[in-house]
């Protein structure tokens, strides 16, 4: 929610820096590293993947929270 949110708010840019850091940064080596590395198997990925949209859903909430996104030009 937040994330729509945020686009809609035109901090379009902000949102896919965080959201490729989440995705390409943490949730893709957590996943691997959680699933066939650590032998947690799929319920590793899904936990993985739980991680990473909560964190991600507090980064967002700390962006909102600051308000930078109210000073982007549209």
Known sequence: ????ALLGAGASRLVF???TAFQ????????WAMGPWLGFGLTGIWAAQ???R???????ALVWRRGAW???KV
């Open 17 to 19: 820096l965080v959201s």
């Open 70 to 72: 109210a000073s982007v």
């Open 50 to 52: 739980v991680a990473t």
């Open 54 to 60: 909560v964190t991600q859903a507090g980064m967002l």
């Open 24 to 31: 390409g940064g943490v949730m893709l080596p957590l996943a």
């Open 1 to 4: 929610v937040l994330q729509s």
